[in-house]
């Protein structure tokens, strides 16, 4: 036991401590659809954090309330007790107006074409693209307590808050920390 010990100890050791870290720190997840478009893009790769504090604007992944076998990429709009309003694509939280410099690429694609050319694949996405007046429908929540307001940076296409309502801090899996494939891509948040 003792010759084992020695000639395997610090690879069982080593084998233990990823482990560890990966169950209870680190986890990969994989981008599936096009609801963080441009931010993240389906097929993307993932490390997340799950013991994160979450604060407002940190990209997350989440069980969505009315399925929680799917987890969904997001981004944290409104904290516990904020009322969140959006109207003609400007975003209201607490009375603050806050820029989102993040969808200025699909902003400005909006405008230009409606996002005809960027969802050539998808007759669906063009229809609902073609319809909208604006890049993002206008509305306005409180958030409850223990709850966050969460939405995809691509607003045309996004299922998020809006449509399955308020995730909770048990329904949050953690933050994202970094991209990590495609390797040309590799980014920290």
Do not use: C
């Not at 482990?19 to 981008?31: A, D, H, K, S, Y």
């Not at 969808?103 to 960027?118: I, V």
Request: net charge negative.
């Amino acid at each position: 036991m003792k010759k084992f010990l020695s000639d395997w100890g610090l690879f069982i050791v080593i084998i233990l401590a990823f482990l560890v870290v990966r169950i209870f720190v680190f986890t990969p997840v994989q981008v599936s659809g096009h609801s963080m478009d441009p931010t993240l893009a389906d097929g993307q790769r993932l490390i997340v954090n799950k013991l994160a504090k979450i604060e407002r604007f940190d990209i997350i992944t989440t069980k969505e309330p009315d399925d929680e076998s799917t987890t969904a990429v997001k981004r944290v709009i409104g904290l516990p007790g904020d009322t969140v309003k959006m109207s003609g694509d400007v975003l209201t939280i607490n009375g603050k107006t806050y820029k989102e410099a993040y969808l200025n690429e699909f902003k400005k694609a909006f405008a230009d074409d409606k996002l005809q050319s960027e969802y050539s694949y998808s007759t669906l996405f063009q229809e609902r693209a073609e319809a909208a007046t604006t890049f993002t429908s206008d509305f306005e929540v409180t958030v409850p307590a223990g709850s966050y307001f969460v939405l995809g940076d691509n607003r045309l296409v996004s299922k998020d808050s809006r449509i399955f309502g308020f995730v909770t801090k048990d329904d949050i899996q953690g933050e994202v920390l970094l991209r990590y494939w495609p390797l040309k891509q590799l980014s920290v948040f």
